[in-house]
């Protein structure tokens, strides 16, 4: 076979390259380091006994069914339970309108399988979720950034992104966003609903972290302002375990058909094993006091972050205010490259994720995410005690 | 919105219905019907007992991580088991050549991912397996059906095909072939090796039922004969459990490489729990014991369906002699339609599934899918014996 100047690739996959953040968190995993790279909930934290407990009682309860073949859509009273958690919300889903996938990520694919065609305008956050980009670069979508400001999307912006394109989607992850830590006002959510209401475009509100809420008011879910425009998806990776690799797709039946179709091309099912365990897990235990020991914790691990940096950071470092969620965004001097600091602060054992790695547009190259979910309270301080070290030594 | 003329959705799943196959079975659920529609494995023959233990040991040996987000491409040990396990083939693959999959079926959309443009000719065994051609189908491959016969592909047909279509995948079921049965004898596979070579097309060898041999001797895996055009894909689903969706791809690392960033893409990694699990299960079993019990059953069941078959069916009615796997095709008078026949079967509540539903390609309306693992002795001798009945019927 004659392969020198044969490629065999399909397009959408020839200029897609490894993400850079893969490439961090390689190096971070060395146990010397003390990482703020990672978007991981803290393992000290998952609920090991008590899932143990649910496994062992499906295996008893099931019998060999349980390691059978399943549906497409995904466990009925696992998509039940799903259905009455967002009355909490005020919202009504039909259970037929849940798709369970592998966790939110297959949710982006399938989105981008069901949706997007090449050159497709789709609008995203800037900086955004580089999970939500790789998913819909590999269909060869044409990205729209729109900026994120501390309470929100940029309206003037979206205004005229919508008026000058036709936007298939709108990729939003309204609370706590990745990379920022930022959530929408309730004035932005409706501003932007008033705007996407005048479109075809639908709106998908990825909602991985919106029980992880420690403080502030919780605001509304587009799919209340914007019902019949939004496609919601929801996951259980960062509030029990991400190793099951289940998250879920709420959209309308006409959506909804497409999904199961293209999900089951994909894979036939998720982990149905794994779904049964899950849904014990939920009948056999309190989730609400589960996620309020996480929430005080991760509330205290930011405020540890928090504080330090302000300590020892330089003066004009700029903060975002989480309200919940896994990341603070920090802005430094706009001379510093983040990158750079990057490459300096590896060398000292500390990582993080520069800026630049998420924007689509406009960049800001002295931006950091850094996240407090990961190390410990006395990692996080000794952590941001070096990292300003170094930031004073490029500084001057 | 206006959602009137406006459809939102790709082009790629435009015309692409819900399978007719996924509509039988869902018929067939219903507890009163003989199916031999499905592909299901016995439950019966589930280790259960023995995965219970394992999944005990894993909460117990792995502690909080594994729970936690894990590696793209898949649990290593686990990974370095399947090496070791080719090399009872004589086969030598590096664990970086392997990557775990959710089942065959992710394998086999992470490769249409990769590999196929719209109208890319690809090369499909006639009759052939319908997971592939969906899956590959939401890539908007051009199908070239190359017919399958008692002993393997069309030779002929395969070197027309070969010649006239710069084909960039040749997707082949070599062991057990589902719908037919069928296995491709030592000579055909050496026939299709040769011709492939001579092009630049890679073949799929795709082999779930593999290890599900009850007679005949093993024949030569392609990754053998041609290794440096051969994608081996393997499963977890016909030999332990479906439900843990547990699949692999072995390919070379210039491939390797694109799957990866694909199956990042896709759903970041494979359920990580259960890969620990099946781990465990190998490590403390011995798996060819189970298999051996497997087969012989399989077997059973086999010889029992072709004994009541050859009894029953009017004397012209024609079947392949599958040495394993879950299936036997069969073949009616050529006036029969088994489409109508279905229509009459599923009245007397026994399912079966039509042959046309798996041509790409000429389609012969006579023929059937018979599944011998799901149902047990009694159920087979009575389903054959009354469709037995309903063929004479129409064959007046």
């Not at 995993?29 to 006994?49: H, M, R, T, Y």
């Not at 019902?227 to 998250?247: C, E, N, V, Y």
């Amino acid at each position: 076979m004659n392969t020198s100047h044969y490629n065999p690739f399909a397009e959408r996959i020839n200029n897609v390259t490894p993400s850079f953040i893969r490439e961090i968190l390689q190096v971070t995993k060395q146990s010397d380091v003390i990482s703020f790279a990672g978007g991981l909930p803290n393992e000290q934290l998952f609920p090991i006994e008590q899932l143990k407990k649910s496994s062992q009682k499906v295996f008893e309860n099931y019998g060999s069914q349980l390691l059978q073949y399943s549906n497409t859509e995904g466990d009925l009273q696992l998509r039940q339970w799903i259905a009455k958690r967002y009355k909490r919300q005020n919202l009504h889903i039909n259970v037929e309108d849940i798709l369970i996938s592998n966790g939110s990520q297959q949710a982006l694919d399938l989105l981008g399988k069901v949706f997007i065609n090449k050159n497709d305008p789709i609008i995203v956050e800037n900086p955004g979720y580089l999970g939500a980009l790789q998913a819909f670069r590999l269909y060869q979508a044409k990205f729209l950034g729109v900026d994120i400001h501390d309470n929100g999307m940029d309206i003037t912006q979206l205004q005229q992104t919508l008026s000058s394109n036709k936007a298939k989607l709108i990729y939003a992850v309204p609370n706590f966003q990745n990379p920022t830590g930022i959530s929408y006002s309730e004035e932005n959510r409706q501003a932007i609903a008033l705007e996407v209401a005048k479109t075809e475009s639908y709106l998908i509100q990825d909602d991985p972290y919106g029980e992880l809420r420690f403080s502030g008011e919780q605001k509304s879910n587009f799919m209340s302002l914007l019902p019949q425009q939004t496609i919601l998806l929801g996951s259980f990776s960062k509030t029990i375990a991400p190793a099951f690799r289940l998250g879920w797709i709420v959209a309308p039946q006409e959506i909804m058909k497409k999904l199961v179709i293209a999900k089951q091309a994909a894979d036939l099912h998720s982990n149905s094993f794994s779904q049964a365990i899950l849904y014990q897990y939920l009948q056999d235990n309190n989730i609400d006091e589960h996620l309020k020991k996480l929430n005080h914790y991760y509330g205290q691990q930011k405020n540890i972050m928090e504080t330090a940096i302000k300590q020892y950071f330089p003066q004009n470092t700029k903060l975002t205010n989480p309200e919940g969620g896994l990341f603070l965004w920090c802005s430094l001097d706009k001379k510093i490259s983040t990158l750079e600091l990057f490459k300096t602060a590896i060398k000292h054992n500390i990582a993080f994720v520069p800026g630049e790695s998420f924007y689509t547009g406009k960049i800001e190259k002295n931006t950091m995410r850094l996240n407090y979910s990961g190390a410990d309270s006395f990692a996080i301080e000794k952590g941001i005690k070096d990292l300003a070290k170094i930031i004073k030594t490029k500084s001057n």
